[in-house]
């Protein structure tokens, strides 16, 4: 079984700039969500996607965007950066529909610093 | 709009120690609550999930509680070693998909 993975594991842009960040899921896993971390605070939950599907949104603006594809990977993209979103970004896989509590299991991360 | 804050923002004991690290949370009507440990610059590791209707749960060293009514969860940390210093985070889970984390609590564990 293989764990969540994310890349790349760090990338540097500058204002104005678009990126994409990538992350497989858990083997097995249907839902994707995203995280913002910025420096010393918790992560913000950004959106998530199941079946291909947005399946719930936190309060980020339109220029955050992803997809979820056939094989449950998923890119998170966005466009016009800004200097806030300098933050770590997590991305989290989790079965859905299990009744177990679908615990979350998070990748290590991208760290995007935005000049 | 839920919120989770967690004191103390950060934590220093001498190897040995048990601790206890709180969290509480504004809306009761959650699904879960989660603990999860964050090395620094590195993604989180899930230590424990209480579901809504559970009191406790129990791993090794690590014993978190819930108290749904008064939007408490406690993480306690028995005989405290080095290798536990990092930061703690607790998070619920509520309507909408989403997890709500708290600011976190900065654990160093001093041999």
């Known amino acids: 079984e293989t764990g969540v993975t994310q890349s790349p594991t760090h990338l540097i842009k500058t204002r104005g700039q678009q990126v994409t960040l990538r992350c497989s899921s858990q083997s097995g896993h249907n839902t994707v969500s995203w995280y913002q971390q910025a420096l010393g605070q918790g992560p913000q939950f950004i959106f998530q996607?199941?079946?291909?599907?947005?399946?719930g949104r936190g309060n980020f603006p339109p220029r955050f965007s992803g997809l979820q594809f056939p094989n449950y990977s998923s890119e998170l993209n966005v466009n016009a950066l800004e200097l806030d979103d300098s933050a770590l970004y997590l991305c989290?896989?989790?079965?859905?529909?299990?009744?177990?509590?679908?615990?979350?299991?998070f990748g290590p991360g991208t760290r995007l610093l935005v000049l | 709009k839920q919120e989770v804050t967690q004191i103390p923002a950060a934590l220093s004991v001498p190897e040995g120690e048990n601790l206890v690290l709180n969290c509480s949370f504004t809306?009761?009507?959650?699904?879960?609550l989660q603990w999860f440990r964050q090395d620094p610059g590195k993604g989180l590791t899930s230590l424990l999930l209480?579901?809504?209707?559970?009191r406790e749960q129990t791993s090794g060293r690590l014993n978190a509680s819930l108290d749904k009514s008064s939007g408490r969860s406690t993480l306690y940390i028995a005989a405290s070693q080095p290798g536990d210093s990092a930061t703690y985070l607790c998070a619920v889970k509520g309507a909408g998909n989403m997890l709500t984390f708290g600011g976190g609590t900065r654990l160093m564990v001093k041999p």
């Open positions: 989290a896989s989790s079965l859905a529909g299990t009744g177990a509590g679908e615990t979350q299991y």
């Open positions: 996607y199941y079946r291909e599907e947005e399946n």
């Open positions: 209480i579901q809504s209707s559970q």
């Open positions: 809306d009761s009507a959650i699904y879960n």
